[in-house]
Structure formats: structure tokens, C-alpha cells
């Protein structure tokens, strides 16, 4: 009867083990089980226990494991298609950040080239005063006057940079590697970064053959005829009714 007893505890606590996440509990149940097992049934006891222990924790692994398996991928309708082949996420008026999203490779948001990304502005309207433009002339070693400059200056405040990073990929700044910023002129003073220019980069009709969900994760494939360097694939997650952009990926298709 004793020994029915003790077993029925034993296996309370073995199940309360395989579903515990806390350290610290987990472990005093550990000691718990080790304890009362030698004390009162004996080593062989011990490793009976302990054998059944790691089958159920074995059991309730694959459980788990077969609840987090990624859902599978389905092919975007029609309409899902045409919602980013429109106007109302990609292209429309000018100048729509989400296009510039495609202007370079990146397997992860850290890793955008921010040079592609803000090459045209931000799409935030920006004010640059005479004192900036002379500020920025003089880091580059530009001699002449302002009137006599062969192409406008752009202008990028690091303050919507964060704004288009965070809305756009969910990090700042800060988060990224810094690819392609060395490229710009930055004015501490004014904590903004400029680059004069009379050419575009501007995506400015961007077209996917087809697309998947696989959860909340969507991949448009398209071949980029901007650079005419092939298939491509960009990858948007989609988080709280808006959409992230992930990655930006060469594939076969």
C-alpha cells in the first residue's frame, strides 16, 4: 500500500516536471523526486523512475514539436496578388518608400543598404537651408556658389530614417549594420545625411509574377528589370494588419 502511495506521488511530480518552465522549480522537483525515490523505495526504484521520466519528457517534446511546425505554404489568390501589384502598397503617387524596399539584397532588415533605401529621400518632405548646403560643400571640398551646383542636394534627417525603419522593418537605425551609409555626407550639427545627385534609383513600377503565405510570412517573387540581374524574392511578415519588410533574396525560380 506504502509503496502504491509513494509511486502515485512520484508520478505527480514527474508530470509536473515535464510541463515546468521555471529553473528553479524544475530543478526542486528534480530533487524532490531523487530524494523520496532513494529514501524510500531503493536505487532500482530510482532508475525506474528515472526511465519513465525521460519517456514522457521525450513524449511531450514530440507533442510539441508537432504543434510548432511551420505552416505550409499556399499560393496567394488573385486578389491578394493584385493588392501589392496596385497601388494602394506598392507604387501610386510618388515618392512611395515601399518601392526603394526592393533596391538591394538583404537576408535580414539589419542588412539593407540604406545608400538604395534612402538614394531618393525618404518620401518625408525635408527643408534644407543655405547654411546646410555650404556645410555639405565644404566636407566635400565643393568650391563655387550654391546657385552654380550641377545637381540638387538630397536630404535624409536620421530622424525620418528611424521613422521609415521602424514603420517599415521594425528596427531603427542603430539596429542595422550601416551598409551604403558611408556613402552620404553627414552633418552632425543638423543630424542629417545628404548626397548630391541628378540620377534615380526610383523603382517606379514594381510587378510580382506570384506569390505564398506560409503563416503570416509572404514571399513575392519577380524578376528585376530595374538592374536586369533576375528572379528575386521579397519577403514581407505581416503584424498587427501591417507589413514588415524581411528580406529581399536572388532565387530560381
Same mark, same amino acid.
Given at each position: 500500500?506504502?509503496?502504491r502511495?509513494?509511486?502515485?506521488y512520484?508520478?505527480e511530480?514527474? !508530470?509536473k516536471?515535464?510541463?515546468?518552465?521555471?529553473?528553479?522549480?524544475?530543478?526542486?522537483?528534480?530533487?524532490?523526486i531523487l530524494?523520496?525515490t532513494?529514501?524510500?523505495?531503493g536505487?532500482?526504484?530510482l532508475?525506474?523512475i528515472?526511465?519513465?521520466?525521460?519517456?514522457?519528457?521525450?513524449?511531450?517534446?514530440c507533442?510539441n514539436?508537432?504543434?510548432t511546425?511551420?505552416?505550409?505554404?499556399t499560393?496567394? $489568390?488573385e486578389?491578394e496578388?493584385?493588392y501589392?501589384?496596385?497601388d494602394?502598397?506598392?507604387?501610386?503617387?510618388?515618392?512611395?518608400i515601399?518601392?526603394?524596399?526592393l533596391?538591394?539584397?538583404?537576408?535580414?532588415?539589419?542588412?539593407?543598404?540604406?545608400?538604395?533605401?534612402?538614394?531618393c529621400g525618404?518620401?518625408?518632405a525635408?527643408?534644407?537651408?543655405e547654411?546646410?548646403?555650404?556645410?555639405?560643400?565644404v566636407?566635400?571640398?565643393m568650391?563655387?556658389?550654391?546657385d552654380?551646383l550641377?545637381?540638387p542636394?538630397?536630404k535624409?534627417?536620421r530622424?525620418n530614417m528611424?521613422?521609415?525603419l521602424?514603420k517599415?522593418?521594425?528596427? $531603427?537605425? $542603430?539596429?542595422?549594420?550601416?551598409?551604403?551609409?558611408?556613402?552620404?555626407t553627414y552633418?552632425?550639427?543638423?543630424d542629417?545625411?545628404y548626397?548630391?545627385h541628378?540620377?534615380t534609383?526610383y523603382?517606379?513600377n514594381?510587378?510580382?509574377s506570384?506569390g505564398?503565405?506560409?503563416?503570416n510570412?509572404?514571399r513575392?517573387?519577380y524578376?528585376?528589370g530595374? !538592374?536586369?540581374?533576375?528572379?528575386?524574392?521579397?519577403?514581407?511578415?505581416?503584424?498587427?494588419?501591417?507589413?514588415?519588410?524581411?528580406?529581399?533574396?536572388?532565387v530560381?525560380?
Amino acid at each position: 500500500y506504502e509503496a502504491r502511495i509513494i509511486y502515485t506521488y512520484m508520478l505527480e511530480l514527474i !508530470v509536473k516536471l515535464c510541463f515546468c518552465k521555471n529553473e528553479a522549480i524544475f530543478k526542486r522537483r528534480v530533487f524532490n523526486i531523487l530524494n523520496v525515490t532513494t529514501k524510500k523505495m531503493g536505487i532500482s526504484a530510482l532508475v525506474m523512475i528515472i526511465i519513465l521520466a525521460v519517456s514522457m519528457v521525450a513524449l511531450v517534446g514530440c507533442d510539441n514539436q508537432e504543434q510548432t511546425l511551420p505552416a505550409e505554404a499556399t499560393s496567394l $489568390t488573385e486578389d491578394e496578388l493584385s493588392y501589392f501589384n496596385g497601388d494602394l502598397f506598392f507604387n501610386g503617387d510618388y515618392l512611395n518608400i515601399h518601392n526603394q524596399f526592393l533596391s538591394s539584397l538583404y537576408d535580414e532588415p539589419a542588412d539593407i543598404d540604406l545608400f538604395q533605401l534612402f538614394y531618393c529621400g525618404s518620401g518625408i518632405a525635408e527643408t534644407i537651408t543655405e547654411d546646410e548646403l555650404k556645410a555639405v560643400m565644404v566636407k566635400n571640398e565643393m568650391t563655387g556658389r550654391i546657385d552654380d551646383l550641377p545637381c540638387p542636394c538630397e536630404k535624409i534627417s536620421r530622424l525620418n530614417m528611424d521613422e521609415i525603419l521602424t514603420k517599415c522593418m521594425g528596427i $531603427t537605425l $542603430t539596429d542595422t549594420n550601416e551598409i551604403g551609409l558611408d556613402h552620404f555626407t553627414y552633418l552632425s550639427q543638423y543630424d542629417a545625411y545628404y548626397y548630391f545627385h541628378g540620377d534615380t534609383n526610383y523603382r517606379g513600377n514594381i510587378n510580382f509574377s506570384s506569390g505564398e503565405r506560409e503563416g503570416n510570412v509572404v514571399r513575392l517573387f519577380y524578376n528585376d528589370g530595374f !538592374v536586369s540581374d533576375g528572379d528575386k524574392a521579397l519577403t514581407l511578415q505581416e503584424k498587427n494588419g501591417e507589413y514588415l519588410f524581411i528580406a529581399n533574396q536572388k532565387v530560381e525560380l
